[in-house]
């Protein structure tokens, strides 16, 4: 039961007591005698319950002590302040158990952390995958139990919108994707994936698709050498073999063109940071613009340049002219005879910026999204005719993920496009012997 008792009330009700053992005293003839006595008593009174107070809280008795007046409502509204504390306890540990239940039901392992990446809590997922035991590692940091030096350069990111890969140090054959996320205001969550199968099933395709694309060269050279044989020979064929032999060769052609692309697009996939150099993206980009201009005689593009001369980039320069090369020609393929083109190579912020303007036929909005997918093309006819695979993007897609760069495609249907590598500023070089003083 809820009460309320002011100073005034306290206070009036303590002068009344001593008025009247005042005058209980003055009657006895011991006035000062009879208020002291009086007030004794009720120094004794309240300090017994006191003791009762402290000793009820400090024991394990639920039911507080029997008394009426004042304490007997403290002692009420404690009990009930204790009940209502004792139910929201149990709610709360109700709701603790759920959410255990549930993190242990992931198929995850799951870390609660703290902004300074020390460990608050964990699953037995994250025993078994990361070798983290709760609660045995409460508080220990999460880097040095993770040593991996993909995980420290991770966290040193401090930019968590991709995963990370390591190995399990638990299990070295294991392999484990591991995202972190916001948790709350004060925390941050750690999930680790096993992603063993994915990644073996990754490999096995890309040797496939390696395999395949050397086995199919050799009887792609046999059949180009026996066509061109033929053809090159004095006998003279009639019209419709002459058709034939034209269109194996160009079939072949296009084969091996496909071919050429399926085995650089492994030769990325397969990449290694230890093969980055200093690369001089100026005259890379300079030979490619030269070389443009000889293939592209019959269409005569006007091809613009704004090159910037003092900004490298650490990567692999085969790659890298790949990625680029593959840009330029798609402008050059799609864009109608004497059409526009401006390629750009310049700094932007904290970044650099690679891209190739354009004013064809533009990209329609649902198409956007899907053009780094391999072997996907817009209009499949009209990209036979320019010797389109459908993987030239998605070579370009895995070269940037080589070099944490990133796409960005812009176009407006009917009026052209803009394809842009944006180059993050861990990979910029400024080459200071080419800035002008």
């Known amino acids: ?260 692309q399926l085995l650089k697009l492994s030769k990325v996939e397969n990449s290694h940071d230890d093969n980055k150099l200093s690369v001089n993206m100026s005259q890379l980009i300079g030979a490619l613009v030269e070389d443009a201009n000889w293939l592209n005689q019959t269409k005569r593009h006007n091809i613009q340049l704004d090159i910037s001369t003092d900004l490298n980039v650490f990567g692999v320069e085969t790659e890298l002219k790949s990625a680029c090369a593959n840009l330029l020609s798609n402008a050059i393929a799609y864009t109608p005879v004497g059409g526009n083109i401006t390629v750009t190579w310049k700094k932007e912020g904290n970044r650099a910026k690679f891209s190739v303007k354009d004013n064809g036929d533009g990209i329609q909005p649902e198409h956007l999204t899907r053009l780094t997918e391999r072997f996907y093309r817009i209009d499949r006819s009209r990209s036979r005719d320019t010797g389109g695979s459908g993987l030239g993007l998605a070579i370009v897609k895995h070269v940037l993920h080589n070099h944490q760069a990133e796409l960005h495609i812009t176009s407006v249907w009917g009026e052209g496009s803009v394809f842009a590598i944006y180059f993050d500023e861990n990979s910029l070089l400024i080459n200071s012997a080419l800035t002008p003083d």
């Open 1 to 260: 039961m809820y009460f309320r008792l002011s100073f005034r009330v306290f206070f009036s009700r303590l002068i009344l007591v001593l008025i009247a053992s005042a005058l209980l005293g003055f009657f006895v003839g011991h006035t000062l005698l009879v208020m002291l006595f009086t007030s004794l008593v009720l120094l004794f009174w309240h300090y017994s319950h006191l003791v009762k107070l402290i000793n009820w809280l400090q024991s394990k008795a639920i039911s507080p002590p029997y008394s009426s007046g004042i304490w007997g409502r403290i002692y009420d509204g404690l009990y009930h302040q204790i009940q209502t504390h004792r139910k929201k306890q149990k709610q709360l540990n109700e709701k603790i158990r759920r959410f255990r239940d549930g993190a242990e039901a992931l198929p995850d392992a799951a870390l609660m952390l703290s902004q300074e990446l020390s460990i608050e809590w964990g699953n037995k997922k994250a025993n078994r995958l990361l070798g983290v035991r709760w609660p045995d590692d409460l508080g220990q940091r999460i880097d040095n139990l993770l040593r991996a030096p993909e995980f420290a350069e991770y966290l040193a990111q401090d930019a968590f919108t991709a995963p990370c890969v390591i190995t399990s140090p638990v299990e070295p054959q294991v392999q484990l994707e591991i995202r972190l996320m916001a948790y709350g205001s004060e925390n941050i969550l750690l999930l680790a994936r096993d992603i063993s199968n994915v990644h073996r099933l990754e490999e096995m395709r890309r040797d496939f698709v390696a395999n395949v694309s050397h086995e199919l060269k050799t009887p792609l050279t046999v059949v180009r050498g026996y066509v061109e044989m033929i053809r090159a020979s004095e006998q003279n064929f009639e019209p419709h073999w002459q058709k034939a032999f034209s269109t194996i060769e160009e079939q072949v052609s296009r084969m091996d063109r496909l071919v050429e």
